[in-house]
């Protein structure tokens, strides 16, 4: 007979995620609500050179995922982002306010998941209620709070079926739609009024952020480290695969809108592009059909992201990497409450275009970090070429100075906002980490994360 610690390695490892699975779960993620609203914005930078933006971007996030498939293939765990950057800048205020730059950077992607299904779900009704898509937004995600604190039941019970839904529907949406559509025109030729005090081509470097946030979702499968059989190989193959899927997906996606709408008209409806294209082609009834595909998509988005991004900052919390909110016995699960509670807060206070360039500055900033602590900090630990770490940091500063300059020209306000944010992040982290170093400057920090099981 097989021990009992033999019998439970088998039945911990059957519950483990395969690879096909691993794929799937990551796939869905980045098949999310924010290609139904990115796309409009990306056009309204580039014109009809969109489709390729997306495949620019591809490329970029290819560079990208290298750090991070060798991170996981090193460190596999369910500490994902916050691990590797821990790994790399130890213990304190650098690897804190990275971390917390992603946890920002997540809960501003529920922001614009929650305003995308409020511009779509608008679309079923009069023109008159046009000015309530932000109180839509905040409806959503005080839904997802409810579904969150009722247990990862409900969660996972919902997560599958909808992520099956809305990755089978924008993939026949996007091939039918180039099909009816046929292949469009791409001259090149048009320039926006946001681009045109732009040199030639810069607005196609700055609208790669926007891309690049289409596939940011990627990132969340490292968190998947301790549960995918064979982590060292599985977690990069996941990364990898699902980030080609996704980009076949995408450009064919972009190529449809492109050949259904002109690119005034995309720009238009930048905020609910998917159902203006849906309906030249397949009617009144294609454009609904694609406003429910939003929703269902942006209402799991939405309740995905609200729990990957308060189990982090709950996991930060323990690590003593911020103060920890779930020792506030009075509140059930306050970081869900903090979580949401911003969300709601960018919600109300900002448009979807904003919300991206946030997102986006937050996000690109939080890469360069994790390139940069692979490697200046970790050749003696992982193993990896070291020039491809260069080449994405390189990247990322381009696209991030182009998109910073283009802001600065077109919408300051985006960047106040991004300064007062990434100083506070840093200053609070800075105070915070003070508060537990003792004399010799030793910081007393919380468990490992390997060790940490949070929130089950």
Not at 281 to 287: A, K, L, T
Not at 430 to 438: A, E, G, L, N
């Amino acid at each position: 007979m097989k021990s009992n610690s033999t019998m439970k390695k088998i039945k911990n490892n059957n519950q483990k995620l395969s690879l096909l699975g691993s794929i799937s779960l990551g796939t869905g993620v980045m098949i999310g609500a924010g290609i139904f609203v990115l796309m409009g914005q990306i056009a309204e930078l580039v014109g009809d050179l969109f489709p390729i933006a997306f495949i620019a971007g591809a490329l970029v996030v290819g560079f990208s995922s290298y750090s991070y498939v060798k991170f996981s293939n090193t460190y596999p765990s369910s500490g994902g982002v916050a691990k590797f950057l821990t790994k790399a800048y130890g213990p304190g205020t650098l690897a804190g306010s990275y971390s917390l730059l992603m946890y920002v950077s997540m809960v501003v992607a529920e922001s614009l998941v929650a305003g995308t299904f409020g511009a779509y779900t608008l679309r079923l009704f009069p023109k008159e209620y046009a000015g309530y898509a932000s109180v839509l937004g905040v409806f959503l995600i005080v839904l997802a709070y409810i579904i969150n604190i009722s247990g990862n039941k409900i969660i996972e019970a919902t997560a599958t079926l909808t992520a099956i839904i809305k990755v089978i529907g924008i993939a026949l949406l996007a091939i039918s739609g180039l099909v009816i559509s046929g292949l469009p025109t791409i001259t090149g030729n048009f320039i926006t009024t946001n681009s045109q005090t732009l040199p030639e081509g810069f607005g196609f470097i700055a609208a790669l952020a926007l891309a690049i946030l289409a596939y940011k979702g990627f990132t969340t499968i490292t968190n998947q480290g301790g549960d995918i059989k064979k982590p060292h190989k599985n977690v990069g193959r996941s990364i990898i695969i699902s980030i080609v899927v996704c980009t076949i997906i995408y450009v064919i996606l972009a190529l449809s809108v492109s050949g259904a709408l002109t690119i005034e008209e995309i720009i238009i409806a930048k905020d609910y592009a998917l159902a203006a294209a849906a309906k030249p082609v397949f009617g009144e009834w294609g454009s609904i059909l694609t406003i429910f595909l939003a929703i269902i998509a942006t209402v799991s988005g939405v309740i995905a992201s609200v729990y990957s991004a308060s189990r982090m900052l709950g996991m930060l919390g323990n690590m003593k990497q911020v103060p920890n909110l779930n020792r506030i016995k009075k509140l059930k699960n306050p970081s869900l409450i903090f979580t949401v509670s911003l969300a709601i807060l960018l919600t109300i206070l900002f448009d979807l275009t904003r919300i991206a360039s946030i997102g986006a500055i937050f996000y690109l900033i939080m890469d360069i970090a994790i390139h940069w602590g692979l490697f200046i900090h970790l050749k003696k630990e992982v193993k990896f070429n070291p020039i491809i770490p260069i080449i994405a940091i390189l990247m990322d500063v381009i696209i991030l100075g182009a998109f910073i300059y283009m802001k600065y020209l077109n919408d300051p306000f985006v960047l106040i906002v991004s300064a007062i944010g990434i100083v506070l992040i840093f200053l609070s982290q800075y105070i915070f980490m003070k508060s537990h170093t003792d004399e010799d400057g030793n910081m007393h920090m919380g468990m490992d994360m390997d060790e940490h099981k949070m929130m089950k």
